[in-house]
């Protein structure tokens, strides 16, 4: 997996309920989800777009979409090494994306819903990077180091993938009558997993008050406002509201997730003790 530059990760911190101290195993559980999910969301997005390699509309939209999936990869390594730094059973990040279970995985239906055509991914990446730059401004603030530091990092990536997407569902559903086509349908497949990005579960709780994780019910409204304001200058409406699909947070995918990973997951699983 690729990664980013190297970032101290202290073996202890000061500070009453950060992720760096001294925890229960219970606190384990949860510090160890925490980092799950944020690198299984990056891990996953990047690899969709890494399918696009070769068939993008143009070289510089391959080159664009390969650039924006090894940012995600090298987020996703940082934050998987953490999860098996917290998990002290020798898995670090390459372990943890090549040689886990469907059900294990902790990203939301969002990243893992398939390509389609580009109009499609462009759709998906408006939704989640615009989501993921909110979350990572906000992560900016963690008490958790290693969070912290990843997110300032991180956000500065992500705010490019954001505009890059804002910019291609302007482009195309101001365009043709085929590409407003085309975004619309993408935005109404995508549509009904974006409740789950908000979702404040338990464990999402629990990090939240402990000034840890986001609260990510606290962008909520930003979030929609923009969304409908790059909408708007696209001439089109948001989508109606659909029965919302969670449940990735707690290992519950569909199967695009599980055709994604035997490709992902072929030459670990294969050659096992191949290096490189």
Known sequence: MASLPPIDLPADATGEGAFDAPATDEHRAIRFDTLLRLGDDSLILGQRLGE??????????????????????????????????????GRDGDAL?????????????????????????????????TWQEMLFA??????????????????????????????????????TEESRRRMVDGLDWMWRFIPELFEMDAIATEVAERGIGADVSLFRADYHARIRAVLAEATLEAPKNQRPILGGR????GEHLGHLLAVMQYLPHTYPDATW
Request: with cysteine.
């Open 52 to 89: 696009w390699c070769g068939h993008a509309p143009s070289v510089e939209v391959d080159l664009s979409l390969a650039n924006m999936g090894l940012d995600l990869i090298g987020q996703a390594t940082h934050f998987l090494n953490a999860a098996g730094a917290v998990e002290g059973r």
């Open 97 to 129: 994306a090549f040689h886990r279970d469907v059900l294990d995985f902790r990203n939301c239906w969002l990243v893992e819903q398939p390509n389609g055509d580009f109009a499609q991914t462009m759709a998906r990446q408006f939704l989640f990077s």
């Open 138 to 175: 906000h992560l900016t603030a963690s008490r958790e180091s290693r969070i912290a530091e990843v997110a300032a990092k991180a956000v500065k990536e992500v705010r490019y993938h954001a505009e890059l997407a804002a910019e291609w569902v302007i482009r195309l559903g101001d365009g």
């Open 250 to 253: 707690r290992g519950h995918h």
